[in-house]
């Protein structure tokens, strides 16, 4: 199956508040050379139910801008919108809130838990929110998005018994488990195969429409960037539509 094929599925129910919203943003990182400007004015919308390729040369800036979008790192100057909430003034631990129920990662290496089994890594997040008193809604909840993933199989499996493409489909489903506004992944195919790539690539492209959320994804690819809804590029930290 293609990977336009499969980006082609059902439209999810969506708000229209923007994923996410850059104003203004730029990165700086002190040296004692000089300083190092990651990210110059960036302005960038992340509409609701989209995917939005993230491409450009190595050293571009594209991990930082990733960074801040998924609320790891905090820009030097500028605003950011996540799902309608304004982080400028937030405690840590309010952006941390913020982080871990509206923002989904999906890894190059996956950072799954090897004694766990797909289902128990996919409901990991859930147990973080609500603890563990609530564990046959997280578990219910954990075998939907492996479902909605076309995963549901593995549940019981351990990811020493997958293969790169089956570990690669649980982290998506753990990044969707929450249901966030937004899920980014910085180059997620890259230790895949040509074949599990292209598959992986089809299920996050197909998310947007699957669940709602937006995805923002680095990728080096052209045919995969070509999929998506929106490509921007990155070229020595400066964003233009590519």
């Not at 289902?119 to 609500?130: A, D, E, G, I, R």
């Amino acid at each position: 199956m293609s990977i336009t094929t499969q980006a082609r599925r059902t439209v999810a129910t969506v708000t229209s508040q923007p994923a996410a919203q850059l104003a203004a943003l730029s990165v700086v990182f002190p040296s004692p050379t000089g300083d190092l400007r990651a990210l110059h004015d960036v302005d960038l919308t992340v509409e609701p139910a989209t995917s939005v390729a993230l491409t450009g040369r190595s050293g571009s800036g594209k991990s930082t801008l990733l960074s801040v979008l998924g609320l790891v790192r905090r820009p030097t100057s500028g605003s950011v919108q996540i799902d309608g909430h304004r982080t400028c003034g937030l405690a840590r631990t309010e952006v941390a809130s913020l982080r871990s129920t509206r923002v989904g990662h999906v890894f190059q290496s996956f950072h799954l838990e090897g004694s766990l089994t797909a289902v128990q890594n996919v409901m990991l997040p859930w147990y973080f929110k609500h603890g563990r008193t609530a564990r046959r809604a997280a578990k219910e909840r954990g075998l939907a998005v492996l479902e909605t993933v076309g995963a549901v199989h593995l549940s019981d499996r351990r990811p020493s018994d997958m293969s790169e493409e089956e570990r690669q489909r649980v982290a998506v489903a753990r990044a969707l488990v929450l249901d966030p506004a937004l899920v980014l992944a910085d180059e997620p195919t890259t230790s895949l195969d040509r074949d599990a790539a292209d598959t992986v690539a089809g299920l996050l492209l197909s998310v947007p429409r699957l669940t709602g959320a937006s995805v923002v994804f680095v990728t080096a690819r052209d045919c995969v960037a070509a999929a998506a809804d929106r490509v921007v590029r990155l070229d020595a930290g400066r964003l233009a539509v590519a």
